[in-house]
């Protein structure tokens, strides 16, 4: 239940900052003004992913803390 659900959130969240750690350092790789561009939309997509996740983590202790 719950622990499969945040052991899920953790390996999520790992692979989101993986695929940010990539962006980054493509975004510091290049000259090219429109390829930035593109990297930091693709950065701003991963860190929206991020909040969703830690919306979701947040709602699951919640709801663990009134359990105990």
Known sequence: GVVEELAGIR???RAIGINI?????????TVHDNKRVLLAHQALEQYRKVEAKVSL?????SQLAKEW
């Open 11 to 13: 390996s999520e969240l």
């Open 21 to 29: 750690n990539q962006v980054t350092r493509h975004f510091n790789g």
């Open 57 to 61: 983590l947040l709602s699951l202790i």
